[in-house]
C-alpha cells in the first residue's frame, strides 16, 4: 500500500471513529487522571467547559520527574454535540518550573473537551497519559445519546445562543463528503 492510500484510509478511519466511540460515554462524567498513575496532579482545571469562553489547565509535574529532565505537552481535542471531533492539537503551554499551563475557547455547541499529557523523558522515550485514551471535561451543555444535560442545557437544546446546534450540524456532510471524496480518490488509483 503507497503512502497516499495510507493516508486516505488513516483520514477515513480518524473521522469515523469520534462517532463510534462517543456512544458508549456517560453523559456529563468526567474522565480525571488518578494521581497515583500519572507523573502530574491538576493545579487548576475549568469544570465545565462552556461555549466560546476559556477552559484553563494547569498542572503540576511530579518532583521525581521534574529532576531528571522530562518534558511534558499537552493535547487537546474539542468534540461537538453532533458527533464530531476536531483532530488533536498540540498546545503551546506556559512553562514555570515543574508547571504547565494552556487555555483554549472551546467552540460552540461542544459537548466535551479531551485532553491528554505528552510526556517525553531525558533518553528520548515518549508516553501518553492516559494510554489510549482520553481525560475528559464535559461542557456546561451536552448531547449524549439523545440527552441533553448540563447546566445550560434544556431537554432540546442548549440555553446559549439560542440556535440549539443548527450550524455545528453543517460539519457533518462536510466531513461525510470528505469521506466520499478520500474514497473515490483511493479508487482511482
Known amino acids: 500500500m503507497n503512502g497516499r492510500h495510507l493516508t486516505s484510509m488513516m483520514l477515513i478511519v480518524t473521522?469515523?471513529?469520534?462517532?463510534?466511540?462517543?456512544s458508549s460515554l456517560t453523559g456529563?462524567?468526567?474522565?480525571?487522571p488518578d494521581e497515583s498513575e500519572v507523573p502530574f496532579s491538576i493545579i487548576e482545571r475549568t469544570n465545565p467547559s462552556v461555549d466560546g469562553k476559556d477552559w484553563n489547565i494547569e498542572i503540576r509535574m511530579d518532583d521525581d520527574v521534574y529532576a531528571n529532565g522530562t518534558t511534558f505537552m499537552i493535547t487537546t481535542q474539542v468534540c461537538t454535540n453532533d458527533g464530531v471531533c476536531d483532530p488533536p492539537v498540540p498546545q503551546e503551554a506556559v512553562v514555570d518550573g515543574q508547571n504547565y499551563a494552556?487555555?483554549?475557547?472551546?467552540?460552540?455547541?461542544?459537548t466535551y473537551v479531551n485532553w491528554r499529557v505528552n510526556?517525553?523523558?531525558?533518553?528520548?522515550?515518549?508516553?501518553?497519559?492516559?494510554?489510549?485514551?482520553?481525560?475528559?471535561t464535559w461542557s456546561?451543555?451536552?448531547?449524549?445519546n439523545d440527552v441533553w444535560g448540563g447546566a445550560d442545557s434544556t431537554d432540546d437544546g442548549c440555553k446559549v445562543g439560542g440556535d440549539n446546534g443548527i450550524l455545528p450540524g453543517f460539519a457533518l456532510p462536510t466531513i461525510l463528503g470528505s469521506i466520499v471524496m478520500a474514497i473515490a480518490y483511493y479508487r482511482r488509483d
Open 28 to 32: 456529563g462524567v468526567d474522565n480525571n
Open 102 to 110: 494552556i487555555s483554549i475557547k472551546p467552540k460552540s455547541d461542544h
Open 119 to 136: 510526556a517525553e523523558y531525558e533518553n528520548g522515550d515518549k508516553e501518553n497519559f492516559p494510554q489510549g485514551d482520553w481525560f475528559k
Open 15 to 22: 473521522l469515523l471513529l469520534p462517532l463510534v466511540a462517543g
Open 140 to 144: 456546561s451543555c451536552w448531547l449524549n
